[in-house]
């Protein structure tokens, strides 16, 4: 599968980003959450690449997307979301359809909101938007818990405590996920999580924008908060919601299910677009 794609790199805001890249036809861009590698988009960006450009990469900082030895910073959405245009840009192209899993799915709504006229669809696979929740206040002292794990017991430990509430990873015949590299658990937690807690792209902005938005769920994900999340996107968003297969990475692990969702939702947002172009 791997090795129809082609690998490259694109130096951005100093970091060499690598991507991959196979299809042609309109590109879409898949933005990695917090494993932080493209790896996980492989087996979707193949079953796509016979109508598609596909393409996805490492985001700074993990996997093969290092910077110079001890210069990791703290994370910026914002420039997270120039990277995805740094790529987007060395495809030769001027638009994309982006699709974001996780905290990913925010990077994709940043791009949306910094980027608009690059911009054909952006879906976010659950984006944990946390201050948007009805039940926010317990969630985000929650994840100041974690934080204080994270200092005082380690990493391991904050990581099992928020491993708890990944829903659907353990169902009967649902294949693993792929490791990340070891690297990339230490950068999310020590230069990710801390900024995720609070931050959340201006929603509205993009509703005022009439930006092309769909949102998703995993059926496996249960009532998870970064499932409900969702619910909230959409009422803000004004947008088409759709509950798909699988779990927090179910487009990873049952593609053959997830991909027909993901086309009704690029179909529905063309249609929906030329709807309300037509209304202008």
């Given at each position: 599968m791997a090795s129809t794609l082609t690998h490259a790199i694109v130096h951005n805001e100093g970091c060499d980003?690598?991507?991959?890249?196979?299809?042609?036809?309109?590109?879409?861009?898949?933005?990695?959450?917090?494993?932080?590698?493209?790896?996980?988009?492989?087996?979707?960006?193949?079953?796509?690449?016979?109508?598609?450009?596909v393409a996805t990469f490492d985001r700074r900082q993990m996997s093969a997307s290092q910077v110079a030895p001890n210069m990791n910073k703290r994370l910026s959405p914002p420039q997270q979301a120039r990277d995805i245009r740094a790529v987007i840009t060395a495809l030769n192209f001027d638009t994309s359809i982006i699709f974001g899993s996780s905290s990913?799915?925010?990077?994709?709504?940043?791009?949306?909101?910094?980027?608009?006229?690059?911009?054909?669809?952006?879906?976010?696979?659950?984006?944990?938007?946390?201050?948007?929740?009805?039940?926010?206040?317990?969630?985000?002292?929650?994840?100041?818990?974690?934080?204080?794990?994270?200092?005082?017991?380690?990493?391991?430990?904050?990581?099992?405590?928020?491993?708890?509430?990944?829903?659907?990873?353990?169902?009967e015949g649902v294949p693993a996920v792929a490791a990340p590299d070891p690297r990339n658990k230490k950068v999310f937690w020590a230069d990710e999580f801390p900024v995720l807690l609070g931050w959340v792209p201006n929603l509205w902005r993009l509703l005022e924008n009439k930006t092309s938005v769909g949102v998703m769920r995993g059926v496996r994900t249960g009532d998870a908060f970064f499932a409900r999340t969702v619910d909230e996107q959409a009422m803000i968003l004004r947008c088409p919601k759709m509950l798909v297969p699988g779990h927090h990475q179910g487009f990873e692990v049952e593609t053959d299910a997830f991909v027909p969702y993901l086309?009704?939702?690029?179909?529905?947002?063309?249609?929906?677009?030329?709807?309300?172009?037509?209304?202008n």
């Open positions: 980003l690598h991507y991959w890249h196979q299809g042609s036809g309109p590109l879409i861009t898949f933005v990695p959450g917090g494993n932080g590698h493209g790896l996980q988009f492989f087996p979707v960006m193949a079953a796509l690449s016979d109508r598609f450009t990913g799915g925010m990077f994709a709504l940043q791009f949306a909101h910094d980027f608009p006229g690059m911009v054909e669809h952006v879906i976010a696979h659950e984006a944990p938007t946390i201050t948007l929740l009805p039940d926010a206040s317990d969630i985000f002292e929650w994840f100041l818990h974690l934080m204080e794990v994270y200092d005082t017991r380690g990493l391991e430990q904050a990581a099992a405590e928020f491993r708890e509430r990944l829903k659907g990873y353990d169902d086309l009704d939702m690029l179909d529905l947002l063309e249609k929906r677009k030329a709807g309300v172009k037509g209304d």
